[in-house]
């Protein structure tokens, strides 16, 4: 499995992942250096260490181990955020493995140094050496994932307004974020102000002198920016995306919510009980009763009674049937 793909994620669209195929080449290539390479590398100088602390004895005490495997969690905890939930925020990046990357030193590394200087005093310059290394990794993977991030997003292009990267614009005293929903913005002229507003409320978005406008059904907001033109193009472009995958997300729904209906319209409860067989719709509603020979003879109460065990079951057996699909269809729809 790869760890971070070849081409950008969470994109449809071949015109915007063309438009970024060389920016998301140089952004991976940072970042499996940052967030890979040098935290695995970070890992293996702890392990060193601790083999270095066994040179000479019978029996390596386990604590010793300690410090690697400390390293060695820290580098997989990385990995596994950055597979998982990493790539869709290239903001964390720098604090993620910044955050990883001292933890191997604290733990790992520095500990790692000072149990093999202890134990090892002959291999002091091997160890200061490992340990240089090791700072020299930790620094060197915080400026790699600050690298990636600005390679990615530090110079605006209208194509990530149809990524669902946060998108960042700092200038005209204020910054401004645009998510995947809404907009956010903080200003500092005069006395701080924090606002923000969903994309569901924005009618237009214009570009004014300085600053651009959203235009919503309650009022107007006016966000000063440095590069209007180019913020207003990009939430725009952002609102756009949006909007389409909300319309698809809706279609997609709909036609789930049909052929939900379908399968209920088609489920059948069945018993059969003493010759008597009895079908029921998924509403419980009686669809059919097969009465056999065999019943000409019975006592009508007997009859009676096995007539209606028989309408319990099949309502039964049809509630379980449509129980079940309603859960598969919410399951389903969780995934999504």
Known sequence: MTLI??????INDPHVVHALAARWRRTRTLLLLSA??????I???CVVLAGMTSAGQRVMPWWTAIPAVAAAACAWALLSWLRRNGLSDPHSWLPATTLMTGAQLVL???PGSGIALRLSPGAAIAVKALCAAGVLGAGSASALARMAHRSLLATPVLELGSTAFPLVLAG???RVVIGTDRVDWTTRTGSRVDAGVSFARIDRVTAQANAIVLHTASGSWTVPVSDPATASALLRRRVEWWEERRNATAE?????YRDLVGLLAAVNGEATRGGVSVTVDSNGVTTGISLSPDVRDLDPD?????????VHKARSDARRQVEDLVLDHAAAKAIH
């Open 5 to 10: 793909p070849r081409s950008i994620p969470l």
């Open 36 to 41: 890979g390479v040098l935290p695995v590398a």
């Open 43 to 45: 890992g293996i100088v």
């Open 108 to 110: 790992g590394v520095l």
């Open 172 to 174: 005209g005293g204020s």
């Open 252 to 256: 997609r729904e709909e036609r789930r």
């Open 302 to 310: 007997v009859l009676a009674a096995r007539l209606m065990a028989c």
